[in-house]
């Protein structure tokens, strides 16, 4: 059993929560609020720890940043990749040409062509699956 400490941990400054921990760490110590997170710094004894959080020196950390609403990286390669598979198979039909049988790898080079030459700040267009499509070919015919 510990001793009873002679200092009582005092409502977070904070919050007001009455959820102050003190929390050891190694041979440190410090006061951590359970609700908001406020924490005094790393002492040497327990005693001074809460002293620190009695006195209001506590860090609060910063509110969670709103998460922007984006497409999951998941979802946005779908639509990437659909949208460079429809627009070959477009591609192949003005061409006259039936979709060939490594379809599936053209859109895999195409796509990682398109994604990592596109100019983040802009969308890019059919165009560029034609360039991608041209140097799939190319990089074939270099075989
Ligand atoms: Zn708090």
């Given at each position: 059993m510990e001793d009873r400490l002679a200092i009582n941990v005092m409502a977070c400054k904070n919050c007001g929560e009455r959820k102050g921990l003190i929390q050891a760490e190694y041979n440190v110590y410090h006061v951590r609020c359970m609700n908001c997170g406020a924490e005094t710094k790393r002492y040497m004894t327990q005693i001074l720890a809460i002293q620190k959080w009695n006195l209001?020196?506590?860090?609060?950390p910063r509110p969670k940043e709103t998460p922007s609403i984006q497409p999951l990286p998941?979802?946005?390669?779908?639509s990437?990749?659909?949208?460079?598979?429809?627009?070959?198979?477009?591609?192949?039909e003005q061409l006259g040409t039936d979709v060939p049988g490594n379809h599936g790898d053209v859109v895999d080079f195409v796509y990682d062509d398109v994604i990592n030459t596109r100019d983040l700040a802009e969308d890019y267009t059919d165009e560029d699956v034609r360039i991608g499509f041209r140097?799939?070919?190319?990089?074939v015919s270099e075989e």
């Open positions: 209001g020196e506590v860090s609060v998941i979802e946005q390669e779908q990437d990749r659909k949208f460079i598979d429809l627009t070959l198979c477009q591609m192949y140097r799939f070919i190319e990089s």
